[in-house]
């Protein structure tokens, strides 16, 4: 149980264009999922929170114009990359707080952002 | 303020021979505890939780991790380390005050050498 997808694993785009990221809960609902991108080498760095029909609660330095955030459903949040550069290549990790207590996140297997 | 220490880039271990990967936290209240294991271009894997209770938890794969609250540590380990047990591990803590923000250390890298 409490397994975590993301579509796509992988994407190349081009500058400029605007790239969306699925996570699904695939056998539990989740009111709350996470956003996370991870630079090469380094930690997870919490982008937003969102909650199931409200708007996603973005940490400080984070866009939310670029980096939109939908969660239109208790089983499915997107990520738009809007206008992507170079520089928002990345590895994107969202995950959804579990069932019975919500002490525990599980994470979507990530999706490799590269943008040329 | 939340914060998670894992004062060792990477640790080397025979193996066979038992491992332990690091962890401090910082925060207010009491605390929320987990350990994730991440294997290369994938997302992370749960693999244990302190939330109160027994000290000692115990979780997948052969893993335990002890929460001390005096030196606000909560150590991971294993009593003999597997080849596959090689990768990328976080430890990560979240206040019980509220909220869901969990706050993930910057990773211990675990090589494991037969």
């Known amino acids: 149980g409490a397994v975590v997808s993301q579509h796509p694993s992988r994407v190349i785009c081009k500058s400029g264009t605007s790239v969306k990221i699925e996570c699904r809960s695939l056998d539990f609902q989740a009111t709350t999922m996470f956003w996370y991108r991870q630079f090469p080498k380094q930690s997870l760095m919490l982008m937003a929170t969102s909650n199931e029909g409200s708007k996603a609660t973005y940490e400080q330095g984070v866009e939310k114009d670029k980096f939109l955030i939908n969660h239109a459903s208790l089983t499915l949040s997107t990520l738009t990359v809007t206008s992507a550069h170079p520089e928002d290549s990345s590895f994107y990790i969202c995950s959804a707080l579990g069932q019975g207590g919500a002490e525990t996140q599980y994470f979507g297997p990530g999706t490799r952002l590269l943008v040329l | ?114």
């Open chain 2, 1 to 114: 303020a939340q914060s998670v220490a894992q004062p060792e880039d990477q640790v080397n271990v025979a193996e066979g021979n038992p491992l332990t990967v690091k962890c401090t936290y910082s925060v207010s209240g009491n605390p929320y505890l987990f350990w994730y294991v991440q294997y290369p271009n994938r997302g992370l894997q749960f693999l244990l939780k302190y939330i109160t209770g027994d000290n000692l938890v115990k979780g997948s794969y052969g893993f335990e991790a002890e929460f001390n609250k005096s030196q606000t540590s909560f150590h991971l380990k294993k009593p003999s380390a597997l080849v596959s047990d090689s990768a990328l591990y976080f430890c990560a803590v979240r206040a019980n005050t509220g909220g869901f923000k969990t706050i993930f250390g910057a990773g211990t890298r675990l090589f494991v050498k037969a």
